[in-house]
Protein backbone atom coordinates (compact mmCIF):
# COMPACT_ATOMS: atom_id res chain seq x y z
CA UNK A 1 0.00 0.00 0.00
CA UNK A 2 2.54 2.62 1.07
CA UNK A 3 4.21 1.69 -2.61
CA UNK A 4 1.39 2.06 -4.27
CA UNK A 5 0.84 5.83 -2.53
CA UNK A 6 4.18 6.58 -3.42
CA UNK A 7 4.12 5.68 -6.60
CA UNK A 8 0.75 7.34 -7.32
CA UNK A 9 2.17 10.71 -5.73
CA UNK A 10 5.41 9.84 -8.10
CA UNK A 11 2.77 10.08 -11.24
CA UNK A 12 1.21 13.23 -9.78
CA UNK A 13 4.14 15.07 -9.52
CA UNK A 14 5.41 13.94 -12.81
CA UNK A 15 2.02 15.20 -14.56
CA UNK A 16 2.02 18.56 -12.26
CA UNK A 17 6.17 19.71 -13.58
CA UNK A 18 4.50 18.52 -17.00
CA UNK A 19 1.86 21.11 -17.14
CA UNK A 20 4.52 23.52 -15.30
CA UNK A 21 7.11 23.31 -17.94
CA UNK A 22 4.35 23.47 -20.92
CA UNK A 23 3.64 27.10 -19.42
CA UNK A 24 7.17 28.05 -18.99
CA UNK A 25 7.84 27.39 -22.53
CA UNK A 26 4.82 29.29 -23.78
CA UNK A 27 5.38 32.62 -21.63
CA UNK A 28 9.03 32.43 -21.80
CA UNK A 29 8.76 32.85 -25.46
CA UNK A 30 6.63 36.60 -24.81
CA UNK A 31 8.95 37.95 -22.60
CA UNK A 32 10.01 41.20 -23.31
CA UNK A 33 13.17 41.68 -20.97
CA UNK A 34 14.89 40.43 -18.18
CA UNK A 35 12.93 41.57 -15.74
CA UNK A 36 9.90 39.52 -16.51
CA UNK A 37 11.96 36.51 -17.63
CA UNK A 38 13.36 36.88 -14.02
CA UNK A 39 10.30 36.88 -12.55
CA UNK A 40 8.73 34.19 -14.72
CA UNK A 41 11.94 31.97 -13.60
CA UNK A 42 11.83 33.09 -10.15
CA UNK A 43 8.01 31.57 -10.16
CA UNK A 44 9.09 27.94 -11.95
CA UNK A 45 11.90 27.90 -9.43
CA UNK A 46 9.54 28.00 -6.58
CA UNK A 47 6.76 25.52 -8.14
CA UNK A 48 9.70 23.22 -8.99
CA UNK A 49 10.36 23.55 -4.69
CA UNK A 50 13.41 25.42 -5.00
CA UNK A 51 14.54 28.34 -3.48
CA UNK A 52 16.98 30.00 -5.94
CA UNK A 53 18.10 30.05 -9.58
CA UNK A 54 20.95 31.05 -11.06
CA UNK A 55 20.62 31.21 -15.23
CA UNK A 56 24.59 32.82 -16.64
CA UNK A 57 27.54 32.18 -18.54
CA UNK A 58 30.47 31.02 -16.42
CA UNK A 59 32.19 34.01 -17.44
CA UNK A 60 29.69 36.11 -15.90
CA UNK A 61 29.49 34.02 -12.50
CA UNK A 62 30.50 36.93 -10.16
CA UNK A 63 30.14 40.40 -11.91
CA UNK A 64 28.07 41.65 -14.94
CA UNK A 65 29.60 41.36 -18.45
CA UNK A 66 28.56 43.35 -21.54
CA UNK A 67 27.56 40.10 -23.94
CA UNK A 68 26.44 37.62 -21.20
CA UNK A 69 23.96 36.59 -19.19
CA UNK A 70 24.12 36.87 -15.76
CA UNK A 71 20.28 36.12 -13.95
CA UNK A 72 20.03 35.24 -10.62
CA UNK A 73 18.44 35.43 -7.33
CA UNK A 74 21.03 34.07 -5.11
CA UNK A 75 21.11 35.55 -2.07
CA UNK A 76 23.69 38.85 -1.31
CA UNK A 77 25.57 37.43 1.94
CA UNK A 78 26.65 34.37 0.01
CA UNK A 79 27.76 36.44 -2.79
CA UNK A 80 30.04 38.62 -0.80
CA UNK A 81 31.22 35.09 0.97
CA UNK A 82 32.30 33.89 -2.35
CA UNK A 83 34.31 37.23 -2.40
CA UNK A 84 35.56 37.26 0.78
CA UNK A 85 36.95 33.72 -0.11
CA UNK A 86 38.30 34.77 -3.50
CA UNK A 87 37.30 31.25 -5.00
CA UNK A 88 39.04 30.41 -8.37
CA UNK A 89 37.22 27.51 -9.34
CA UNK A 90 33.61 25.91 -8.94
CA UNK A 91 33.23 22.08 -9.02
CA UNK A 92 29.32 22.46 -10.63
CA UNK A 93 30.80 24.31 -13.22
CA UNK A 94 33.47 22.14 -13.88
CA UNK A 95 30.80 19.31 -13.75
CA UNK A 96 29.09 21.03 -17.10
CA UNK A 97 31.71 20.15 -18.54
CA UNK A 98 31.08 16.27 -18.32
CA UNK A 99 27.60 15.99 -19.15
CA UNK A 100 25.09 17.21 -21.32
CA UNK A 101 22.29 16.62 -18.81
CA UNK A 102 20.69 17.91 -15.58
CA UNK A 103 22.57 17.08 -12.82
CA UNK A 104 22.16 17.11 -8.74
CA UNK A 105 24.91 18.44 -6.95
CA UNK A 106 25.16 15.12 -4.59
CA UNK A 107 26.21 13.44 -7.94
CA UNK A 108 29.05 15.97 -8.54
CA UNK A 109 31.98 13.64 -7.34
CA UNK A 110 31.07 11.11 -9.89
CA UNK A 111 31.74 13.90 -12.30
CA UNK A 112 34.68 15.68 -11.76
CA UNK A 113 37.89 14.81 -9.27
CA UNK A 114 36.95 16.53 -6.24
CA UNK A 115 39.53 19.23 -4.24
CA UNK A 116 39.55 19.65 -0.40
CA UNK A 117 39.21 23.59 -1.88
CA UNK A 118 35.52 21.82 -3.59
CA UNK A 119 34.32 20.18 -0.31
CA UNK A 120 35.15 23.29 1.47
CA UNK A 121 33.09 25.45 -0.92
CA UNK A 122 29.95 23.20 -1.07
CA UNK A 123 30.00 22.93 2.57
CA UNK A 124 30.47 26.52 2.97
CA UNK A 125 27.37 26.97 1.07
CA UNK A 126 25.14 24.80 2.94
CA UNK A 127 25.51 27.39 5.83
CA UNK A 128 23.89 29.86 3.45
CA UNK A 129 21.15 27.81 2.28
CA UNK A 130 22.60 26.86 -1.25
CA UNK A 131 22.36 23.57 -1.10
CA UNK A 132 20.49 20.63 -2.37
CA UNK A 133 20.85 21.52 -6.08
CA UNK A 134 19.91 20.97 -9.87
CA UNK A 135 22.40 22.58 -12.48
CA UNK A 136 21.25 22.12 -16.16
CA UNK A 137 24.74 22.44 -18.58
CA UNK A 138 23.60 24.79 -21.37
CA UNK A 139 25.59 24.23 -24.40
CA UNK A 140 24.88 26.19 -27.72
CA UNK A 141 26.70 26.48 -30.69
CA UNK A 142 29.15 29.88 -31.05
CA UNK A 143 27.97 30.70 -27.45
CA UNK A 144 30.15 31.02 -24.11
CA UNK A 145 29.69 27.63 -22.06
CA UNK A 146 26.08 28.44 -19.40
CA UNK A 147 24.23 26.86 -17.26
CA UNK A 148 20.88 27.16 -14.78
CA UNK A 149 21.02 25.94 -11.27
CA UNK A 150 17.75 25.70 -9.28
CA UNK A 151 18.61 25.55 -5.48
CA UNK A 152 17.71 25.06 -1.82
CA UNK A 153 15.12 21.80 -2.44
CA UNK A 154 12.82 22.90 0.34
CA UNK A 155 11.88 18.51 0.92
CA UNK A 156 11.85 17.45 -1.83
CA UNK A 157 13.82 14.39 -3.81
CA UNK A 158 15.52 15.29 -6.41
CA UNK A 159 14.02 12.58 -8.47
CA UNK A 160 14.41 12.59 -12.55
CA UNK A 161 11.08 13.75 -13.03
CA UNK A 162 12.54 17.34 -11.22
CA UNK A 163 15.80 16.71 -13.55
CA UNK A 164 13.60 16.46 -16.57
CA UNK A 165 11.58 19.33 -15.57
CA UNK A 166 14.35 21.33 -14.42
CA UNK A 167 16.10 20.83 -17.89
CA UNK A 168 12.74 21.74 -19.98
CA UNK A 169 12.46 24.96 -17.99
CA UNK A 170 16.41 25.82 -18.29
CA UNK A 171 16.42 24.85 -21.67
CA UNK A 172 13.54 27.61 -22.68
CA UNK A 173 14.98 30.30 -20.28
CA UNK A 174 18.21 29.89 -22.20
CA UNK A 175 16.55 30.59 -25.41
CA UNK A 176 14.66 33.79 -23.95
CA UNK A 177 17.83 35.00 -22.41
CA UNK A 178 19.76 34.77 -25.92
CA UNK A 179 16.74 36.37 -27.35
CA UNK A 180 16.92 39.45 -25.22
CA UNK A 181 20.33 39.51 -24.70
CA UNK A 182 22.37 42.69 -26.45
CA UNK A 183 24.42 41.74 -28.26
CA UNK A 184 26.05 45.39 -28.74
CA UNK A 185 29.02 45.06 -26.54
CA UNK A 186 30.82 41.87 -27.71
CA UNK A 187 34.21 41.17 -25.29
CA UNK A 188 36.99 44.05 -26.43
CA UNK A 189 39.70 42.59 -28.06
CA UNK A 190 43.34 44.12 -28.35
CA UNK A 191 44.88 45.27 -32.07
CA UNK A 192 47.10 42.53 -31.53
CA UNK A 193 43.87 39.82 -30.85
CA UNK A 194 41.35 40.69 -33.54
CA UNK A 195 44.51 40.46 -35.87
CA UNK A 196 45.94 37.03 -34.60
CA UNK A 197 42.09 36.02 -34.73
CA UNK A 198 41.27 36.92 -38.39
CA UNK A 199 44.32 35.30 -39.09
CA UNK A 200 43.11 31.62 -37.48
CA UNK A 201 39.63 32.84 -39.79
CA UNK A 202 42.26 31.74 -42.73
CA UNK A 203 43.36 28.51 -41.39
CA UNK A 204 46.76 30.12 -40.53
CA UNK A 205 48.59 27.93 -36.99
CA UNK A 206 50.50 30.31 -34.57
CA UNK A 207 54.14 29.85 -36.68
CA UNK A 208 52.24 31.20 -39.40
CA UNK A 209 50.51 34.31 -37.19
CA UNK A 210 53.67 35.26 -36.17
CA UNK A 211 55.74 35.35 -39.73
CA UNK A 212 53.03 37.66 -40.86
CA UNK A 213 52.74 39.78 -37.60
CA UNK A 214 56.08 39.67 -36.87
CA UNK A 215 55.99 37.85 -33.56
CA UNK A 216 57.12 34.57 -31.62
CA UNK A 217 54.48 31.72 -31.90
CA UNK A 218 54.89 31.74 -28.16
CA UNK A 219 53.82 35.21 -28.50
CA UNK A 220 50.70 34.67 -30.69
CA UNK A 221 49.81 31.64 -28.64
CA UNK A 222 49.40 34.38 -25.85
CA UNK A 223 47.51 36.45 -27.74
CA UNK A 224 44.83 33.68 -28.98
CA UNK A 225 45.07 32.41 -24.99
CA UNK A 226 43.51 35.67 -23.83
CA UNK A 227 40.84 36.51 -26.61
CA UNK A 228 39.76 32.83 -25.83
CA UNK A 229 39.71 33.49 -22.33
CA UNK A 230 37.97 36.71 -23.10
CA UNK A 231 34.96 34.89 -24.58
CA UNK A 232 35.46 31.57 -22.22
CA UNK A 233 35.93 29.39 -25.50
CA UNK A 234 37.90 26.29 -24.95
CA UNK A 235 38.67 25.90 -28.81
CA UNK A 236 39.96 28.15 -31.72
CA UNK A 237 36.78 27.08 -33.54
CA UNK A 238 34.46 28.50 -31.11
CA UNK A 239 36.34 31.72 -30.48
CA UNK A 240 36.05 32.20 -34.48
CA UNK A 241 32.35 31.41 -34.41
CA UNK A 242 31.90 34.35 -31.60
CA UNK A 243 34.17 36.93 -33.00
CA UNK A 244 32.54 36.71 -36.67
CA UNK A 245 28.79 36.70 -34.78
CA UNK A 246 29.91 40.00 -33.27
CA UNK A 247 31.78 41.58 -36.14
CA UNK A 248 34.66 41.78 -34.09
CA UNK A 249 36.64 39.95 -37.55
CA UNK A 250 35.13 40.01 -40.78
CA UNK A 251 34.26 36.84 -42.47
CA UNK A 252 37.63 35.69 -44.53
CA UNK A 253 38.57 36.27 -48.44
CA UNK A 254 40.03 33.68 -50.11
CA UNK A 255 44.31 34.36 -50.30
CA UNK A 256 46.77 32.06 -51.12
CA UNK A 257 48.83 29.47 -48.50
CA UNK A 258 52.28 30.63 -47.68
CA UNK A 259 54.31 29.02 -50.00
CA UNK A 260 51.84 28.96 -52.80
Known amino acids: MACRRARNCSARMSTRNARLTDRFAARAGRCDSFRSLGRLLG ?19 REDRPGLIRLHTYPEDWLQELERLAVRGDPIHRACARTP ?5 GSVARLVAM ?8 ARGRAFGMQNGITVPLHAAGEPVASCSFVGARGVMLEAHHRHAAQSIAVHAFGAALRLLDRTAPPRLS ?4 QCVRLIAEGKSDWEIGVILGLSAETVHGYVKRARAA ?7 QLVVCALRDHVIPFPQQSPRMGG
Not at 191 to 194: C, F, G, I, W
Open 43 to 61: AATSKLGFRYFALLHHAAS
Open 101 to 105: CAFSW
Open 115 to 122: TDADRRLL
Open 191 to 194: RRER
Open 231 to 237: YDVATRA
